[in-house]
T-cell receptor
């Protein structure tokens, strides 16, 4: 089945620094990937839709200058949290679909970001 | 009112019990209904997919959709400790195809 690899799984960084999270589709090409944020016991909140070769589409309320998304190839999308602050601490998950809703969106294992 | 409402639980049941998990929604445009299972510190994985009203069965799992009531359910028969996880409902419309997730229900099946 489709596999999405996400790295790192856990990262601790100092306030003010930037963190890059990678999302790779290992055995399929993904023209579109999605980035979510999940707080404890809360729903997955879609942050942005990452489109290969073009600008990402951000959801309302998500700062595009803070959460930089790059989708340079059909198998790799990156999310960079710039000038991270403690309130950015969360669980970030990417996903991609090989065949649409019926086959399901394949999710990465997520990245636990802690900003200290 | 949120588009998708789901009780976060936790729901604790003994092994072998029948589990009922539910979501309600307000957007009548939703046509695609899914259930995802998420283990701790992992990404969600697709469990069930249904389109339109009715029932769909897959092993111990049954998904039920009632579009007239805007209510969807997931039933788990003969629950096992390995079923302990968070179950998220996800709904999508034909116009978007990007699912909207419920907040998830934490299920604990104890031996």
């Amino acid at each position: 089945g489709a596999v999405v690899s996400q790295h790192p799984s856990r990262v601790i960084c100092k306030s003010g620094t930037s963190v890059k999270i990678e999302c790779r589709s290992l055995d399929f090409q993904a023209t579109t990937m999605f980035w979510y944020r999940q707080f404890p016991k809360q729903s997955l909140m879609l942050m942005a839709t990452s489109n290969e070769g073009s600008k990402a589409t951000y959801e309302q309320g998500v700062e595009k200058d803070k959460f930089l998304i790059n989708h340079a190839s059909l198998t790799l999308s990156t999310l960079t949290v710039t000038s991270a602050h403690p309130e950015d601490s969360s669980f970030y998950i990417c996903s991609a679909s090989q065949g649409g809703l019926r086959e399901g969106y394949t999710f990465g294992s997520g990245t636990r970001l802690t900003v200290v | 009112q949120k588009e998708v409402e789901q009780d976060p639980g936790p729901l604790s049941v003994p092994e072998g019990a029948i589990v009922s998990l539910n979501c309600t929604y307000s957007n009548s445009a939703f046509q695609y209904f899914m259930w995802y299972r998420q283990y701790s510190r992992k990404g969600p994985e697709l469990l069930m997919y249904t389109y339109s009203s009715g029932n769909k069965e897959d092993g111990r799992f049954t998904a039920q959709v009632d579009k007239s009531s805007k209510y969807i359910s997931l039933f788990i028969r003969d629950s096992q400790p390995s079923d302990s996880a968070t179950y998220l409902c996800a709904l999508a419309s034909g116009g978007s195809y990007i699912p909207t997730f419920g907040r998830g229900t934490s299920l604990i099946v104890h031996p």
